[in-house]
């Protein structure tokens, strides 16, 4: 079955970075749309990046464009989120998916926590 393990989250100050990184494995990674997905406390969950398989396409949210850089390594079934200039309105736990839309939770990493905060 699918299983997707984030690491990298942690506690950052206002400007610092993290690269967080989704290793993947049950199914065929290099033919999978990938996504970065966040929710913080009290807000609806919304999806931060994402990537088709081949890289054709690359999608950001407003408010992380240029600051965050979504790639993959297909050859190491991982996917990264280099987050830079980091603002405490980033704070929420970070989990990657499996496609590129909203993701039933059986396609879901179980998510790393990111804190920004001085």
């Known amino acids: 079955q699918v299983r997707l393990v984030e690491s990298g989250g942690g506690a950052v100050q206002p400007g610092e970075s993290l690269r967080l990184s989704c290793a993947a494995s049950g199914f065929v990674f290099r033919n999978a749309d990938m996504s970065w997905f966040r929710q913080a406390p009290g807000k609806d969950r919304e999806r931060v990046s994402a990537i088709t398989r081949g890289m054709g396409s690359i999608y950001y949210l407003d408010s992380v464009k240029g600051r965050f850089t979504v790639s993959r390594d297909d050859s190491k079934d991982t996917l990264y989120l280099q987050m830079n200039n980091l603002k405490p309105e980033d704070t929420a736990e970070y989990f990657c998916?499996?496609?590129?839309?909203?993701?039933?939770?059986?396609?879901r990493g179980q998510g790393t926590q990111v804190t920004v905060s001085s």
């Open positions: 998916a499996k496609g590129w839309g909203n993701p039933p939770p059986q396609y």
